[in-house]
């Protein structure tokens, strides 16, 4: 339930961005992502701002969140009647 209170008010928030506050945050995530994934980019061969370089941030970015965001717990809903369900995963 906090959860999705959280979620809410989050996106309530970011619906009263404007865009340069939005396009700001996003840098500061790219930003982010080249600091903590850069360097290991390097380490494997990439140079550095080379399109190859920047792929690999975001592969190594993207395995980070999908290995976080799977450990997360799941909730099923189900609705129906006589043989005839809709499930939902979230």
């Known amino acids: 339930m906090r959860t999705a209170l959280f979620l809410a008010l989050a ?7 404007t865009p340069a ?7 500061r995530e790219v930003e982010q992502m080249i600091a903590v994934y850069g360097p290991a980019c390097e380490r494997l061969g990439y140079k550095q701002d080379a399109d190859q370089w920047r792929d690999c941030i975001l592969r ?31």
Request: glycine share 4%; aromatic share 12%.
């Open 60 to 90: 190594l970015n993207a395995q980070e969140r999908y290995e976080r965001y799977s450990r997360m717990p799941t909730s099923t809903t189900c609705i129906g009647h006589r043989g005839f369900f809709h499930c939902s995963t979230f």
């Open 21 to 27: 506050e939005r396009a700001a945050q996003v840098e």
């Open 11 to 17: 996106a309530l928030l970011a619906s009263c961005a």
